[in-house]
């Protein structure tokens, strides 16, 4: 089986996150891991994210 490619969302705008979210959720080989508000949350998210 393939592994699935995990993206975290991050856009400053909740109708984007959810918009983006949404289209890439389409495609069975990429899982949403997460969402963040902007950049630093996204790069702290992803420190948890990749531990």
């Not at 699935?4 to 069975?28: G, R, Y």
Request: aromatic residues 2%.
């Amino acid at each position: 089986m393939v592994e699935k490619i995990k993206v975290l969302v991050v856009d400053d705008a909740a109708f984007m996150v959810k918009a983006v979210s949404e289209l890439l959720e389409s495609d069975p080989g990429i899982k949403i891991v997460g969402h963040a508000r902007n950049g630093l949350e996204g790069l702290e998210k992803n420190k948890n994210i990749a531990a």
